[in-house]
């Protein structure tokens, strides 16, 4: 296995690189076959290189890579470390990357073909240090990740989470599945915190403290193929729920929005304990459950046409029950536990250290490097 020499003495390394795209990447053999054949048909004109962070994978991924390097005219590096997490591997990346401006992208996306060339377009002005893409649910592989992405999309689904174009929607930040930094920016805020969820939308917020600019390329389009069971939704929404409160005591990150799932539920739980207590005030006390149902029959006809699949009018407005309720109880949850750690900072619940954004990890390539660039 080459060492962290081999990779210096490499002739590409004379080479400019404009920009280096970042993808972290744990057992999805699959997935990232069908994502290097999106990135290296990419049509973008100036030296790139591509670098696959491998968060302690299982399966060959260093096999798909070689693959790969004969069909690329890209530069394609193998980073591998131990399973760390989604956070940690861009920080791999970003600490290997050459490149002036440094992309993001997922395992489970396919970006369309100028995409790099469209993302990094806004960053020809110099007050612009960030910039979000699109993420398109219409052509994605399965239905389920369809419903899902059209929910975090839209006004009524999400509050228009990954495309500030909503009608309404809370304050943009861009994720890092489809986003493109500067890169002294970057290595700046200290790169991606590590939990697990929320990292991207605090290091975005941290590059936009710096003074620099956040924009939108809905240009920038890459397909999210994610495929997602009714269970590892609500956990997610859950855990997400949680993190927003995380962000909202460290960054002030916090919009009215964000409360309004936490609302539901304790309106919820109400209205249950008034069917026990008090049914004769039911009829006036449910008036609220009914505009709900109205809002998810309104998202039910959206998602139909939006995603052109008559099977989404039943999964849509499913999904958001389960996006709405889980991210209220994960922010319900999340608040005491914060109070309790802020007079309580000895607490034995107290905030681990791994959320503190970690130093440039270590090195460990692995595999053959193309000198194509």
């Given amino acids: 296995m080459p060492d962290e020499a081999n990779v210096a003495d490499c002739p590409c390394r004379s080479n400019p690189v404009a920009v280096s795209v970042v ?27 591509l670098l696959i962070c491998d968060d302690g994978s299982t399966d060959d991924l260093a096999a798909i890579v070689a693959e790969f390097e004969q069909r690329s005219r890209f530069r394609l590096v ?12 861009r920080n791999l990346g ?3 990357a050459r490149g002036a401006i440094v992309a993001f992208t997922d395992s489970d996306c396919e970006p369309d ?7 990094v377009r806004p960053l020809r002005d110099p007050c612009v240090g960030i910039v979000g893409g699109q993420v398109d649910y219409r052509t994605a592989r399965h239905l389920s990740g369809r419903c899902v992405n059209f929910l975090m999309s839209s006004t009524l689904g999400a509050a228009g989470a990954r495309d ?3 009608a309404v929607h809370m304050k943009y930040y861009p994720r890092a599945g489809n986003l493109a930094v500067r890169r002294d920016l970057a290595n700046k805020v200290g790169g991606f915190p590590t939990p697990a969820h929320g990292e991207d939308l605090e290091f975005s917020h941290k590059i936009m403290q710096l003074g620099v600019r956040a924009e939108f390329a809905a240009s920038a389009t890459v397909v999210h193929n994610e495929q997602r069971r009714w269970h590892q939704v609500a956990r997610e929404a859950f855990s997400k729920g949680a993190a927003r409160v995380r962000l909202a ?6 919009e009215v929005l964000h409360a309004l799932p936490a609302l539901l539920c304790v309106y919820l739980a109400v209205l249950c304990g008034l069917g026990v207590a008090r049914p004769d005030l039911m009829p006036w006390c449910a008036i609220p459950a009914f505009l709900y149902a ?14 052109g699949d008559a099977r989404a009018a039943m999964l849509v407005p499913f999904y958001a029950v389960t996006i709405h309720v889980g991210y209220g109880l994960g922010y319900l949850w999340a608040w005491p536990r914060a109070i309790v750690t802020s007079f309580f900072p000895n607490a034995i619940w107290r905030e681990a250290k791994r959320h503190v954004s970690p130093a440039p990890p270590e090195a460990s390539p692995v595999g053959r490097r193309a000198t194509r660039t």
């Fill in 23 to 49: 993808v972290p990447v744990y057992n999805r053999s699959r997935e990232l076959r069908r994502l290097l054949s999106a990135l290296v048909a990419q049509a973008f004109p100036r030296n790139v290189e």
């Fill in 78 to 89: 193998h980073l591998r470390q131990s399973n760390r997490g989604a956070g940690a591997a």
């Fill in 94 to 96: 970003l600490a290997h």
């Fill in 113 to 119: 073909a100028n995409w790099l060339a469209e993302l």
């Fill in 164 to 166: 500030p174009r909503s």
């Fill in 249 to 254: 005591r460290r960054h002030g990150m916090h």
């Fill in 294 to 307: 109205a809002v998810l029959g309104v998202l039910s006809l959206q998602g139909a046409f939006a995603i």
